[in-house]
């Protein structure tokens, strides 16, 4: 679906217009072969050069195709089952500003919404701009993983495997963001060496500051990546330790009535044996059992064994 946005710095709201004037804000969500057709007839750009905006395993980058220019990124979404973050294609022409997403993205629509200075004709200041948000979403997801790690601590007497796939599945998370992060880290690099696109003074102090938010949001992930590998480890000590004692404690236990097991098993014999003519056979049996077990427990408790 295609969707086309107009506004001078003296407006207020972001216009829906209907014609592809030039100064003009092209958002193209949930986009179709047949939309990305429609984007090649009006850029002139080859359909084989947007196609990848359509591919959920895209990797974020920049690429240059005569006049025009389309940056690849990637910003933090479920709209897939085992991915957590989303493709997202900026193209920048000599008339057009044009964002293509398979999916709906809440960052371009509330960027639409919202009434800001920005006019669909400060092209570069808008790009900067849809990057900037998607930079403060990559931290604002980075928060809300930090805070299902710090919620998922547990008591080492209380942790379950229920823990160990919550630190997996944010492991996960923060993994898909690294990636995405540090080719975007590269990317704005790229674009602050002027080769691909003029800025306006302003406009190169937003590029830094997004540069350095960026950074940040990489560092950030870095830490609580190997916060989450801490923890988990801690948990795999604990499991371990627990099987190790239940093993210990079972084999104790085996051993322990393997006593008596052998006692019953010689008494059970068609043999001569001791005591078979005695009255007092059973219960002289039973009591060297019950004997030789409470050593056996007593020799385990003592050296820990049990």
Not at 8 to 36: I, M
Not at 113 to 142: D, P
Request: contains cysteine; negative net charge.
């Amino acid at each position: 679906m295609i969707e086309i946005y107009f506004k001078t710095v003296r407006d207020q709201p972001f216009t829906r217009v209907s014609d592809y004037r030039p100064g003009s804000w092209v958002y193209v969500k949930e986009a179709t072969l047949e939309d990305l057709t429609k984007i090649s007839e009006v850029t002139g750009l080859d359909i084989n050069d947007i196609r990848d905006s359509l591919d959920k395993h895209e990797l974020p980058r920049i690429e240059h195709f005569d006049d025009n220019i389309l940056i690849f990124v990637r910003h933090p979404a479920s709209n897939e089952l085992g991915l957590f973050t989303d493709t997202l294609t900026l193209i920048l022409t000599n008339s057009y500003v044009i964002v293509i997403s398979p999916h709906r993205s809440e960052i371009v629509e509330n960027l639409i919404a919202n009434n800001t200075g920005l006019g669909t004709t400060q092209k570069a200041k808008l790009i900067l701009h849809v990057l900037f948000k998607i930079t403060q979403e990559y931290t604002s997801s980075i928060k809300k993983v930090r805070h299902s790690i710090m919620g998922s601590e547990e008591a080492p007497n209380v942790v379950n495997s229920d823990s160990i796939i919550v630190l997996t599945k944010n492991e996960e998370i923060l993994n898909q963001y690294l990636t995405s992060l540090v080719p975007m880290r590269n990317l704005l690099e790229t674009m602050a060496s002027g080769r691909y696109m003029k800025f306006y003074e302003d406009d190169l102090d937003l590029l830094e500051d997004l540069m350095i938010a960026m950074h940040q949001s990489e560092d950030v992930c870095r830490v609580n990546i190997k916060s989450i590998r801490s923890l988990r480890d801690s948990y795999h000590i604990i499991f371990t330790n627990d099987v190790n004692r239940t093993i210990k404690l079972l084999t104790a236990v085996t051993i322990i009535f393997t006593i008596p097991t052998i006692i019953a098993s010689i008494y059970g014999m068609n043999v001569t044996l001791p005591f078979e003519k005695s009255s007092y056979a059973f219960a002289l049996i039973m009591a060297i059992t019950l004997v030789a077990s409470i050593v056996a427990v007593a020799l385990f408790r003592r050296n820990r064994w049990l």
